[in-house]
């Protein structure tokens, strides 16, 4: 069979989140106890300790409760995932679930939408998420069982797209308190965005923000994930929940720049040199900031984003 530069490029979201999940796969596993508060009316899953297909990979998700509903913010990875975080939402709210927002597309944060949808909620997402979640379509459920999520796990799960999408910004009225989801250009992936509480000084970033984990770049475009970083410095927040990884502060989306700068500038000098994977990752670790969890990220994110040489899963760099 031929394949084309196209084919291999319609499958690239794909073959990013097959990567992306093989490696958090490896984290030890660790049950999560319910919703914790953050502040006021918001809650959120965080600091899950580890990552398995079983508790959605250690992805943070949550809520905000407003006068008359309430918004989730991420549905995790399966129906099953989906039940577990709305049975824990119920324990602290019985409003009605109106809106859940998808930070982006990857499927550890979309795979529990059709739960939702069947509550009633409008799920909302910037148009290039939605976009590369059609894109790729009935794929994201393969690559859950393929990820290491069996049948049983994977039960009642279905794709259920956003059904209200925007190009920029929008804004949410609770009552009281409002939800900014911004979108300031391709970061993480091509469609993730912010989640803000202005008055509660509140950020969900999606994987925008990885707190002690290796990010997965893969899809990244690290030019405009550090506008975003920058413009979250600059931003009047006192808590950030990140997409995987505790509850954050501005110090952690400066340790992300850092890191990113780092891996960009020592990843193209050293891919100059050589297309040795293993020696190019191994100098990386010299010099990358460390942290705890998926080391194992900076081989593949070298050979998918830096090494498009006889690798067929490297994304579209941007
Ligand atoms: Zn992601």
Request: glycine fraction near 6%.
């Amino acid at each position: 069979m031929i394949v084309t530069q196209g084919d291999i490029l319609k499958k690239l979201p794909i073959l990013a989140l097959a990567f992306c999940l093989f490696f958090l796969f490896h984290q030890a596993v660790h049950a999560e106890d319910g919703l914790t508060k953050v502040t006021g009316s918001i809650y959120s899953y965080a600091d899950v300790k580890g990552a398995s297909p079983k508790n959605s990979f250690g992805a943070n998700a949550g809520i905000i409760i407003g006068k008359d509903f309430l918004v989730a913010v991420d549905s995790l990875i399966s129906a099953r995932e989906a039940k577990r975080f709305i049975k824990d939402i119920n324990k602290i709210s019985k409003k009605p679930i109106k809106f859940l927002i998808n930070t982006h597309y990857h499927l550890d944060h979309s795979l529990g939408n059709s739960e939702f949808a069947q509550l009633g909620a409008i799920i909302i997402a910037h148009e290039n998420a939605q976009a590369n979640m059609q894109k790729a379509g009935e794929g994201m459920l393969q690559y859950a069982k393929q990820s290491g999520l069996s049948d049983q796990d994977m039960k009642g799960t279905k794709l259920a797209y956003p059904t209200l999408t925007f190009p920029d910004r929008v804004t949410l009225n609770l009552g009281k308190s409002k939800i900014e989801i911004i979108f300031l250009g391709p970061s993480h992936t091509t469609g993730s965005v912010l989640v803000f509480l202005p008055q509660e000084k509140v950020l969900f970033t999606g994987d925008i923000l990885f707190t002690d984990f290796h990010p997965f770049l893969g899809e990244a475009n690290i030019e405009g994930w550090i506008k975003v970083l920058d413009y979250i410095m600059a931003m009047d927040v006192d808590k950030i929940i990140p997409g995987h990884g505790p509850i954050s502060s501005k110090k952690d989306v400066a340790d992300l720049k850092n890191y990113l700068l780092v891996f960009d500038q020592k990843a193209k000098e050293l891919t100059a040199q050589s297309k040795d994977l293993n020696f190019i990752a191994a100098e990386m670790k010299k010099s990358l900031p460390p942290r705890p969890q998926l080391e194992s990220l900076i081989a593949r994110n070298i050979q998918m984003k830096y090494l498009p040489q006889g690798n067929q899963s490297q994304p579209q760099a941007k």
